[in-house]
């Protein structure tokens, strides 16, 4: 069956008929639609009424192939089903950091949700450096919740199990698994390396031993380790934001997988910008380390709030149920053994979070989909040279992960890779 | 519906109406059925011709509960469907050393297979000091198909996913979580220990911290890490023998799991068998050493074994594909990342494997399932002093997991830990 993409009006006519919407749109109203076209995967359409604009809403449709690609990477539609479960699922435990959906149809595998009409698109927004305050703390806490209540150390087992198994995303985990850790350390076609990138860092990529040992044990975890249901793709283009309000947007990925995987990618995508920075904060001959040390500043608030708020999740759960406490450990009088146990979960959970932080900032910069804090500079030495850093960066923090002690030693680090390159200049 | 265990002749009829268990059994032939009742969880029949004894079957049914316990402890009946689709993908990969499935009948929750006439459980032979002379080489052969082929390092991901779904036993993993990974280390009502068994022991497993991290650590391994299809419970009741055959039994604990678990469950059992054989070596005047060094000889020969041909079929599965040939980690012209990733596959592994073995020491020696290993031991102080062995070593393996660096420092280990005992007497 041929996929075409809905018109206007048959979008128009067909959001009319759903009752909540159309109240939502103003009854019958005269309808504006316009297809974002940013999307990877799917069609998106901002929807809103022409009379009055605010009453608007937001259409996704998933075609039956990877939209970045065209019908020649075919995808089943079915993802969107994933994605308005992770929604739904995601908007309970944090109604105010993920859209609402109104309506999800899945037979034309559509949601209509919440439009987010204030807020852009962070990537764009640290791009232009602006400074976000509320940013940290709100992922924080949409790390801990989500991350804590997916997982068995709040749900009953059998629940987790059941949980995880509807989780299941075969094809979506796929294009991670391949994209992400396989193709960008192979000399695979769909790789793009940008024109002045040396050849040295490529070739480092496919035969440095411990670098592809660690990205190998990396994959296993991301196949193996059913910890929680992640969001899967939460990227600093996964995030609306403007200066009091933070959402989490586009969950097809999500599935039961390892904690670290979200914190990475959301830490990577911090990390890709500070490295950028470099750029995009001289064009104007404006000094960048203001907006690059506000940049670490939220690694290391996003890292340090989340670690604190799950543990406190963690603690309240075993503390509040009373008789009924249940404590993954067993039963433990003095909160010694747990305590000491929180404490290695969390250093474990650190170590894996930057490993996923290492392998999404690498095939950022040589795999096939890139980000435009680095594709828009638009000087190649100077980009190939910022590409240089986060490859060697990623490496560090893959290869020492289990010895990279804290956040600040992270950040530490980004700091000298930057400085080590300003003095090669 | 209340549950009524077949009688004889019900049974007899029943087999008779099956062409295909008539026809092994003699057609219409008159049938000895004899009920072996040392199962913890189900009802198990020999059925056998009257006049040729050797045409025998056997039949285990599944009755709603947990036997060990009775009705108080209800379980689905499911758990057959669990076991018959074990018995037969591992009978697929290793048909030497998995009984045949003659039938399976998903409305009586009953499986009718090979009798294994001329073998014993392994556990009695151990007790006895039975020497199997190929039987380390057949576990380690079972050991390395079964935990490869059901894993990402062979599998299609897709395949291997919906493998995993499948193999989801919330039921049986949750007797695991709680009989293996909490109560032991609780002041739970179902732990039993044995009467001269110090205090101070008991208090070391509630209290010591750094136990009871380790052990949370493997809990959740065993609750997250979906690597491969396991058969959950092989300990050496599992396991029936002779001098020239192995078989592996009772996989109603199927479920997609660590690798190490499996591995643990029986260096776990030859390693209880070694310290109990202090008294079943000595009991008739005899000397336990030469059993002794044996059954340590059994841990360190399934160990190596095992290593040695998961890794054999991981090479092949890399190296034989020719143009279609698949490695995990990616394309790697030297082999030299992939035998990197390998070495550090199979470090994690064995420290896996020994959190795990220490894991299912502990829990038979003050959990509610034991073993003969330790229970037939009729002299409290003895026994007593064995199972605190038991304890300590456990505890080192747990402890220790990562730092222990091969098999033969874990032997060194248990034969210190057996002389520092003989000193101390």
Redesign the interface.
């Known amino acids: 069956m041929e996929f075409e993409a809905l018109t206007s009006s048959e979008l128009a006519a067909y959001l009319h008929r759903i009752p909540a919407v159309n109240a939502l749109l103003g009854d019958d109203s005269e309808l504006e639609v316009v297809e974002v076209g940013d999307g990877n995967l799917n069609y998106v359409y901002f929807v809103s009424n022409v009379q009055v604009p605010q009453q608007s809403v937001v259409v996704k449709q998933a075609p039956p192939f990877l939209r970045l690609v065209g019908e020649a990477w075919p995808l089943t539609r079915q993802r969107m089903e994933h994605e308005v479960a992770a929604l739904r699922r995601f908007g309970a435990l944090c109604p105010q950091h993920v859209p609402q959906v109104y309506h999800a149809d899945s037979e034309l595998f559509l949601v209509v949700m919440q439009r987010l009409a204030s807020h852009r698109i962070l990537r764009r927004g640290l791009i232009d450096g602006i400074v976000y305050p509320k940013l940290a703390g709100h992922m924080a806490t949409y790390l801990a919740r989500t991350l804590f209540y997916g997982s068995?150390l709040f749900l009953d087992?059998?629940a987790?199990?059941?949980a995880?198994?509807a989780g299941?995303n075969?094809?979506l985990?796929?294009i991670t698994?391949e994209l992400v850790?396989?193709?960008p350390?192979?000399?695979?076609p769909s790789n793009v390396y940008s024109e002045a990138l040396p050849k040295a860092a490529i070739e480092r990529l496919?035969?440095h031993?411990?670098l592809?040992?660690a990205?190998?044990?990396m994959?296993?975890a991301f196949?193996?380790?059913?910890?929680t249901l992640l969001h899967g793709d939460l990227h600093t283009g996964s995030i609306m934001v403007n200066q009091d309000e933070s959402y989490v947007i586009d969950p097809e990925f999500a599935f039961y997988g390892p904690m670290g995987f979200d914190v990475g990618a959301l830490l990577a995508n911090f990390l890709l910008a500070f490295f950028s920075r470099e750029w995009h904060g001289r064009v104007d001959g404006a000094d960048p380390r203001p907006y690059q040390s506000w940049l670490l500043k939220q690694v290391v608030e996003v890292w340090n709030g989340f670690a604190a708020q799950f543990l406190g999740l963690w603690r309240e759960h075993e503390n509040t149920g009373g008789a009924n406490s249940w404590h993954?450990?067993?039963?433990?009088p003095?909160h010694?053994?747990a305590e000491?146990?929180r404490a290695?979960?969390i250093r474990?959970l650190f170590a894996d979070t930057l490993g996923f932080t290492g392998c999404k900032m690498i095939r950022r910069i040589v795999g096939m989909a890139k980000v435009a804090d680095i594709t828009s500079i638009p000087d190649a030495a100077a980009r190939a040279a910022i590409e240089v850093r986060c490859l060697q960066f990623a490496e560090t923090l893959l290869v020492q992960r289990e010895a990279l002690m804290g956040i600040e030693e992270v950040v530490e680090l980004a700091t000298a890779t930057q400085l080590s390159r300003e003095v090669d200049a």
């Open positions: 068995d087992a059998e987790k199990k059941e995880a198994r299941i075969s094809e985990c796929k698994e850790f396989t193709f350390f192979e000399g695979h496919r035969h031993v411990p592809r040992v990205v190998a044990q994959k296993w196949m193996n380790h059913a910890e993954f450990i067993g039963d433990d003095s010694e053994c000491a146990f290695a979960f474990r």
